[in-house]
């Protein structure tokens, strides 16, 4: 493939960060508020990635109220300790680094509400490859994957979407990407597996960090 993509959004959640401890013991946390006893966490791995409102329904059968205290809940916790409770992939700062020699718009499209991706990249050191970091909104006016990649799209003044390509580990990446008419490359080393980015359609499919530049340049 020829070094065309200019623009390059990357997931944060099972992307990025490997997030799973901070996000499932947020869930647990938040669940034991109604009486829902999770002795293995990692069945709440399904929360990772997808709107948590979203899950909440889904796999608990919360109505609207319930789903948001829920998530209210959940960010008792997580704004305190599960933030943290997170490390970077192997590989993916030199990824970053090769991506911003390389003069790449870098570009953070997130489900996480804003204001924590940006304390996450300056936790781990990696704001600076960013030219912009969007995320939702604790007003919940943009929460699908598709509206929070329209509203990065925008603001970070992408000018040329056939130059343009969304990085995620979830399903929810690759239709967001679709709904907003830019490639996408559905990563295996995250949360999500290779049937369901496959159902999703995404362009490429890679098992490691390495690939990702393969692809982009």
Excluded: C, W
């Amino acid at each position: 493939m020829d070094n065309k993509f200019e623009y390059i959004l990357f997931d944060l959640d099972g992307t990025i960060t490997d997030s799973g401890e901070g996000i499932t013991k947020s869930v647990q946390y938040a669940l034991k508020d109604f009486g829902i006893e999770v002795e293995n966490i990692k069945e709440l791995n399904k929360f990772i990635g997808p709107p948590l409102k979203d899950s909440f329904k889904r796999f608990y059968n919360f109505d609207d109220e319930k789903a948001e205290l829920g998530l209210r809940k959940y960010r008792e916790y997580y704004a305190d300790k599960g933030i943290y409770e997170n490390s970077l992939y192997d590989g993916i700062v030199e990824v970053l680094d090769k991506l911003k020699k390389s003069n790449k718009k870098i570009i953070l499209a997130t489900s996480k509400p804003e204001v924590y991706a940006k304390e996450i990249l300056k936790y781990f050191k990696i704001d600076e490859y960013f030219t912009f970091v969007g995320g939702a909104d604790f007003e919940e006016t943009r929460v699908s994957k598709g509206d929070v990649i329209k509203y990065a799209l925008k603001e970070a003044q992408v000018s040329d979407l056939s130059k343009t390509i969304m990085i995620g580990d979830r399903e929810h990446d690759i239709i967001g990407a679709k709904e907003n008419n830019i490639k996408s490359i559905g990563v295996l080393y995250g949360y999500g597996d290779v049937i369901e980015l496959t159902q999703a359609r995404a362009d490429h499919i890679i098992k490691n960090v390495d690939e990702l530049i393969d692809i982009i340049l």
